[in-house]
């Protein structure tokens, strides 16, 4: 355990830090899985309104730094190749 008071700070706040891009991360998860669960049910009109939300909070992750735009990008690309394939 750290001493000195900057360090322990630096603890807390790293810990707060990644407990806040877990919580990004698995609500990214949730709703991408929804896109594809909608797309596994063929339903059209459900996997797009999925597919909007999910590319809203990916943005919303990268825009905070929990996701490289790349990965991001990467991403949003995929689902929206696998909801278009749907028709």
Do not use: W
């Not at 000195?4 to 709703?31: E, G, Y």
């Not at 597919?51 to 992750?61: F, G, N, P, Q, Y």
């Amino acid at each position: 355990m750290a001493n000195i008071k900057s360090a322990k700070k630096r603890i807390l706040v790293a810990q707060t830090r990644a407990d806040r891009n877990k919580a990004i991360r698995s609500a990214v998860k949730t709703s991408v899985k929804k896109v594809y669960a909608a797309i596994e049910a063929n339903d059209k009109a459900a996997a797009q309104a999925a597919l909007l939300e999910a590319t809203s909070k990916i943005d919303k992750a990268t825009s905070k730094g929990v996701y490289h735009k790349n990965y991001a990008s990467r991403k949003i690309s995929r689902l929206n190749l696998a909801v278009n394939k749907m028709a």
